[in-house]
């Protein structure tokens, strides 16, 4: 009989650096270094991070006995990279391009409209929206990392 093809494990550990986890099948066997990513270099431009302790489908690479993982149950992390823009999803969400990370940008501009408001007779003693002002950054704050 041939060695299965695909199988359905349970995320026993996860090594986000080197792109691999370990895997626990339903007789207990270990799968070592099964790949999160399919092909094996230093470009991050995919990964799809399991959540440890859950399901993940897992496929054989050709006829090798190497094994990666192509859908999980739950998931921990994605990581995108295209050049130098990363996209990021955990709890939260982080966004760069170049230097640029957006959370920062949108607390400078919070800071800038914060402080910059001003009438026709001159600036403003205090901002009129203020607590909507405050939810709305820390809104953001939740949202982006």
């Known amino acids: 009989m041939a060695p299965p093809v695909s199988n359905v494990a349970k995320v026993k ?3 986000e650096s080197e792109g691999t986890c ?3 099948d339903e007789d207990d066997q270990e799968f070592l270094e099964v790949r999160i990513k399919p092909v094996l ?3 991050k431009s995919f990964l799809q991070i399991p959540k440890v302790g859950t399901f ?3 496929v054989r690479i050709e006829d090798d006995d190497d094994w ?3 859908a999980c149950d739950e998931v921990e992390k994605f990581l ?3 050049g130098d823009t990363k996209l ?3 709890d939260k969400i982080c966004m760069e391009a170049g230097n640029q990370n957006l959370l920062n940008l949108m607390e400078r501009l919070f800071t800038v409209l914060d402080r910059g408001y001003k009438t026709n007779t001159g600036v ?3 901002l009129v929206l203020k607590p909507q002002f405050e939810l709305i950054k820390q809104d953001f704050k939740k949202l982006l990392k």
């Open 41 to 43: 270099s230093d470009n």
């Open 80 to 82: 995108w990279i295209v």
């Open 68 to 70: 990666m993982v192509i």
């Open 56 to 58: 993940v489908l897992a």
């Open 13 to 15: 550990s996860v090594n």
């Open 88 to 90: 990021e999803l955990t």
């Open 124 to 126: 403003t003693i205090d």
């Open 22 to 24: 370990v895997l626990i």
